[in-house]
């Protein structure tokens, strides 16, 4: 059996969730939209769904769009609050140079619009500064949309203190929550966040669904037109066994969030113990406390990170150069170099990502793997 | 109980839903991953790919997934719209179309694009010479649904795609929504440059939809990030929704003679109900030829639609007003006002619509079941 340590590209899907959505494949297939029964009873379902997702962000229902995923998500708070906030004359929005794709790249679509933007650097542990953001800051800017949680190295930024400083500028703070979604206490209410993108196969739920929290004074322009699904905001027939599936994995998520992050902290203590008992030599990237930790990514000097993933696959083990979404490209990630690590460390990173079934068992087998490799390939 | 809301969605084909649940138990990779559980889950999507790609006789690389029929006309429209702006402002559809058309156009139109809603004739026909005429050198797309999702009325797409080939340079766009898998369209046979389906329109699952884009075709992708579908469609493959739908294609193989059987039990319904009940109006081409055979569309004015329904569903039959997408509204239906209907006659029509499943008895039932129904209604408001 493979030992799968790749969740920050996706979860399995958990069997509670599946055993929820499956009611809603067979027998309440209606369309929500419908008025007879068929679709009351989903659109039930869905609300009931809402108010979950909700809930596991402390947010009120009614601030919730599902939407087919956390790109969509990304793309919708970023394009959707600049296109409607241009009309006021702002056109400036800030980001850092470590997000996902999903919102660097809507980013660059606004760039191709007419809009300025600004990439934040962060430091050698993936951090931006509170200094830089205060300084970026322009009678123009609309929206800072900067992660909770970094997928590829798992730094942590200071939500709260960047929130603070966007409210005291009247800017709205949009956070890419995807990869925290699950594994740091969230509550959207208390924290100064206007709007908040997650995903459900990142919590051991379906994939094609997520989610964009978004606060009520933040108002944005859709980006998808047709039905009045979603209150307009995000038309379209909705995934409605993604929808509940995604509304038990969040209530799952908050109900097992401690222990599911505390299982994460020991498998994490447990594989890099174990790296070290097998004496292999590793740097690991990102932050050493503020950080998720689900998301390990370690660098092996003189080695390549294309070979080692060979390896890696060889003997049974799903890890990941950075994100999924790029990996089909070996190109050194855009957050390693944002981080200005030495070239041998960017060009021998691997990330691992635990979940919920991995155990520790799997950790010293993975680690003694890794041990076999790096022999196998010094070598060589 | 009697389904007949398959234009609203479909009940999901038990294959298709063993395939999602295997595809979910066992398949969770991410396809954009590299190790062997993401090559899995890939293997699937470009299979899925293939699958869509044969029914529709084009190359697999000609087909994009999105999350349903909704984003695929967006994607479409706003794609081309971008793409090319700089050769020209000026769209050309109907005013018969789905909200997830029509509401891109009028986007779209607020961002100063010209568009041009053409006319349709009483079955709800838009004319290819109407098209034609309606040309102009700003004209960058077409955008023209094959099956009516209301009335049922099918559009002469085969004649407009000729007339549209003269100009190679415009593009054509085809809401395919609630004729794929049903009637044939073969896109390269009729010169149709993009066409969009949606899975749950033919007991597939929700979530998931497909564009044909011709190759050589460039258009501004809608959702931006990890570079999925070659950089036209980000995000996360939704794999299960994927696989599940490729069967739903396959399962429709089986389907030889869905539009005969329609037709002829449509036939004896309308005889039926026009014998039986009066006043009431048949919406789309009564001769059968220009319309779904699976779709029918009455008017029973006097009545409301809503009051219609929920009396149907009582007798335990289940069928729409008005498409699912805008039956919240109390406004009387777009698409049956440009067919000439008057606002009574709109607000009084409901929408019968078979699926795969479908039987004759249901479709009889149905029929028994408004003969019940409908003279009590006409007494209460005294239509006669
Ligand atoms: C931080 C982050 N944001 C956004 C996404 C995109 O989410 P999805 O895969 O649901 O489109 C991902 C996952 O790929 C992610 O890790
Ligand atoms: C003609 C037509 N186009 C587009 C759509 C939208 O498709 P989806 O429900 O998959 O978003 C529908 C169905 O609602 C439709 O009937």
Redesign the pocket.
Same mark, same amino acid.
């Given at each position: 059996m493979a030992i799968y340590l790749d969740h920050a590209a996706t979860t399995p899907l958990d069997p509670r969730v599946r055993e929820v959505m499956l009611p809603y494949l067979t027998d309440f297939f209606g369309?929500p939209?419908s008025i007879h029964r068929f679709g009351r009873e989903v659109r039930q379902a869905i609300d009931r769904a809402r108010m979950q997702v909700a809930d596991a962000l402390q947010a009120d229902p009614s601030r919730i769009v599902f939407t087919s995923g956390g790109t969509e998500a990304d793309n919708l708070a970023i394009i959707g609050v600049a296109a409607w906030y241009k009309e006021q004359g702002k056109n400036h929005v800030i980001t850092s140079q470590i997000e996902h794709h999903a919102v660097l790249d809507a980013c660059k679509y606004l760039e191709r619009e007419g809009f300025q933007v600004t990439y934040l650097p962060v430091d050698s542990q993936g951090m931006i500064r509170l200094a830089d953001l205060q300084q970026a800051i322009t009678p123009q800017t609309s929206l800072i949309s900067i992660m909770y949680g970094n997928n590829e190295v798992g730094t942590i930024q200071p939500i709260q203190e960047i929130g603070e400083i966007a409210r005291s500028k009247g800017v709205l703070f949009h956070t890419d929550a995807v990869q925290a979604f699950g594994m740091e206490e969230i509550n959207v209410e208390q924290l100064p966040v206007d709007l908040m993108t997650v995903s459900a196969h990142k919590i051991n739920g379906p994939k094609g669904v997520g989610a964009l929290y978004f606060s009520k004074n933040v108002h944005l322009l859709p980006r998808v037109f047709?039905?009045a699904?979603e209150k307009r905001r995000r038309?379209?027939?909705e995934n409605v066994p993604g929808i509940v599936g995604f509304g038990k994995a969040a209530e799952i998520a908050k109900a097992e969030r401690t222990q599911h992050r505390e299982h994460m902290w020991h498998l994490r203590k447990r594989f890099l113990d174990e790296l070290t008992a097998q004496g292999v030599s590793f740097v690991v990237n990102g932050h050493p406390d503020l950080t998720l930790p689900h998301i390990c990514n370690i660098s092996f000097p003189g080695m390549e990170t294309e070979t080692l993933l060979i390896n890696f696959d060889l003997e049974g083990i799903a890890c990941s150069s950075s994100s999924a979404c790029t990996s089909g490209t070996l190109t050194v990630s855009h957050v390693l170099k944002a981080m200005r690590l030495p070239e041998e460390r960017t060009r021998s990173a691997v990330r691992f990502s635990f979940g919920k079934g991995n155990t520790e068992l799997e950790m010293e087998q993975a680690a003694e793997k890794t041990a076999k490799i790096i022999r196998r390939l010094t070598t060589s | 109980m009697i389904y007949l809301d398959n /234009? #609203?969605?479909t009940k999901t084909h038990p294959d298709v839903i063993s395939v999602m649940t295997d595809v979910m138990n066992n398949i969770y990779g991410n396809p954009s991953s590299l190790h062997g559980l993401g090559v899995k889950a890939e293997r699937l999507v470009e299979q899925a790919r293939r699958v869509i790609a044969k029914k529709l006789d084009c190359h697999p690389s000609e087909i994009l997934f999105t /999350?349903?029929?909704? =984003? #695929? $006309?967006n994607l479409a429209i706003k794609g081309v719209a971008d793409q090319l702006q700089s050769r020209g402002r000026h769209l050309i559809t109907t005013s018969v =179309? @789905?909200? +997830? %058309?029509f509401e891109v156009m009028k986007q779209l139109e607020e961002k100063g694009w010209k568009v041009t809603y053409l006319p349709v004739d009483s079955w709800g026909r838009v004319s290819p010479d109407a098209v034609e005429k309606a040309l102009t050198d700003e004209t960058v797309l077409v955008s023209i649904? @094959?099956?009516? $999702? =209301?009335v049922g009325t099918i559009q002469p797409i085969h004649e407009i795609g000729q007339r549209l080939a003269k100009y190679p340079k415009i593009l054509f766009h085809v809401?395919? %929504?609630?004729s794929f898998a049903k009637i044939p369209l073969k896109p390269k046979q009729a010169g149709i440059d993009l066409l /969009?389906v /949606? #899975? @749950?329109?033919f007991h597939g699952p929700?979530?998931?939809?497909a564009l044909y884009i011709r190759k050589n075709v460039e258009i501004t992708p809608l959702l931006v990030g990890g570079g999925q579908e070659r950089g036209f469609r980000s995000g996360t493959h939704h794999v299960p929704g994927i696989a599940g739908m490729a069967k739903a294609v396959v399962l429709t193989e089986q389907q030889t003679n869905f539009l005969a059987r329609c037709q002829e039990w449509k036939e004896s319904f309308l005889d039926h109900i026009t014998s039986k009940l009066q006043p009431v109006l048949v919406n789309g081409d009564v001769t059968g030829e220009g319309t779904a055979p699976y779709i029918i569309s009455l008017s029973f004015p006097g009545l409301k639609s809503e009051v219609l329904v929920h009396a149907l569903e009582e007798e335990g039959v289940f069928v729409s007003s008005k +498409? #699912?997408?805008s039956s919240k509204l109390e406004t009387p239906s777009r698409v049956l006002k440009a067919m000439g209907r008057t606002d009574q006659e709109a607000l009084s029509s409901i929408r019968i619509s078979m699926g795969y499943d479908t039987t004759k008895e249901e479709i009889e039932q149905c029929a028994e079941a408004l003969i019940r129904v409908v003279p009590k209604l006409q007494q209460v408001v005294k239509v006669r």
């Open positions: 369309n939209s047709g039905g699904q038309p379209g027939t | /234009s #609203a969605t /999350s349903g029929g909704t =984003e #695929a $006309n =179309e @789905h909200p +997830s %058309v649904m @094959h099956v009516n $999702n =209301e809401d395919a %929504v609630q /969009s /949606s #899975a @749950h329109k929700k979530g998931i939809g +498409s #699912a997408c």
